[in-house]
């Protein structure tokens, strides 16, 4: 398990701090994150780079079709898990050891958090973003209606409960830009089955088991309630930061654009770890690494830019701009969130799980998202019962040919 160690701005350790604001050579940093722009454009006037955003189901296309021709951007991000396995594989990208070497030399990153940009021993990433998912609140929404951080799963759906009765929208979740549809079966599976949550992962169970139709249960239910926002709206941040819902299960990477939307993080801004279903089972969280890699064939000038995001200039930088955090030791918490996050997770002894979009595998990933998206677009019983047995038609095919 990685916990972020996180201490006050220290100085030196900035060896690797390359000033290249302007090179001869062009560097292109492909991207499908486009609401991180204010970060990506602070952090390219210090490391000299052209920061290009894709949407997500053209980015992959893009990189998958890139790599496999040779022509593929300097610099790119991409998931840890399986998908780096995968492009590891491909040989389109380059080892980074020796970046990783000086940067933990340097006190700039812990050694624990290579192992989550690592394929088979060796590390083929620099981290752009470490994020815990946890349920972000409204406090003033919490504090007007009598609302404390539920500690249990009762407390959790009696919050619902009165949330409701208020006329207040629980919780926000929509299947914007495609790929958020996985979110809450994520959640559900681990908040009611971890050891099933990683099965699924390899193979070992069923989509259509009765773990996961139990996890479909809960969420049918919270459905019918009506404890969801509109599937449907594509401002999933604006509609939280504007008051729309009261909690908001996301990765911290979210809360920079939740302040650009208006909310005041600082001081509105509250965090839970969401509870088990079972309060005898451990804490658990999903931790999400988002990877920066460098192309196999990069230039100088490529290298140079990548190796800025090993720098206590960068983390700064990146969370000052975006309210990110990308493990760098040296940097303070960008906002009180961080901090609570970590000083729960330490507290609880939380063991962090491998967020679903990186540990299924890839090949079938669209599909499966597709099916869950179909849910939250209409979340009955039926609806559960077709994705269940679609998703288990994909999982079975897959593994049957591994």
């Known amino acids: ?191 009611t089955n971890p050891d099933a949550y990683n099965a699924l992962h390899s193979g070992e169970l069923a989509y259509d088991s009765p773990e996961v139709k139990a996890a479909f249960d809960i969420w049918t239910d919270w459905a019918s309630k009506g404890y969801f926002s509109d599937p449907r709206s594509t401002t999933e941040a604006p509609d939280f930061a504007g008051g729309n819902a009261a909690m908001y299960l996301m990765g911290e990477w979210v809360i920079g654009g939740l302040k650009e939307a208006g909310m005041d993080v600082d001081n509105n801004l509250g965090v839970f770890l969401m509870p088990n279903r079972d309060p005898a089972m451990a804490s658990t969280l999903i931790v999400e690494g988002g990877p920066l890699v460098l192309s196999a064939k990069a230039t100088e000038a490529d290298r140079a830019a990548f190796e800025y995001w090993a720098t206590e200039k960068a983390a700064n930088t990146w969370a000052k701009s975006m309210q990110l955090f990308n493990g760098n030791l040296n940097v303070a918490p960008p906002n009180p969130v961080f901090g609570e996050v970590t000083a729960a997770m330490s507290e609880k002894d939380t063991v962090a799980y491998q967020r679903w979009w990186e540990a299924v595998p890839t090949e079938i990933r669209g599909d499966l998202v597709a099916e869950l998206s179909s849910f939250v677009l209409n979340p009955t019983a039926d609806q559960a019962a077709q994705a269940m047995a679609n998703m288990q038609a994909l999982n079975a095919d897959y593994w049957a040919n591994r």
């Not at 399986?82 to 040989?91: K, T, V």
């Open 1 to 191: 398990m990685f916990i972020p160690r996180l201490k006050s701005l220290a100085i030196g350790a900035l060896a690797l701090c390359v000033a290249v604001p302007a090179m001869a050579q062009q560097v292109t940093l492909a991207h499908d994150k486009a609401f991180w722009d204010p970060g990506w454009t602070a952090t390219a006037a210090e490391a000299g780079f052209t920061p290009t955003a894709y949407p997500t189901d053209q980015f992959v296309g893009f990189i998958q079709s890139s790599v496999a021709a040779g022509t593929q951007p300097g610099l790119f991000t991409w998931w840890t898990g399986r998908a780096l396995d995968d492009l590891a594989a491909s040989g389109g990208i380059a080892p980074v050891d020796e970046i990783w070497d000086k940067a933990i030399a340097d006190g700039q990153f812990p050694e624990g958090l290579r192992a989550l940009f690592s394929v088979d021993g060796k590390a083929y990433a620099l981290p752009v973003n470490v994020a815990r998912w946890v349920v972000l609140y409204n406090k003033d929404t919490f504090a007007k209606n009598g609302l404390s951080e539920p500690k249990t799963w009762e407390e959790f759906e009696a919050a619902m409960a009165t949330l409701k009765a208020a006329g207040i929208t629980p919780i926000n979740a929509t299947v914007q830009d495609g790929w958020r549809g996985f979110i809450w079966f994520q959640e559900l599976m681990l908040r």
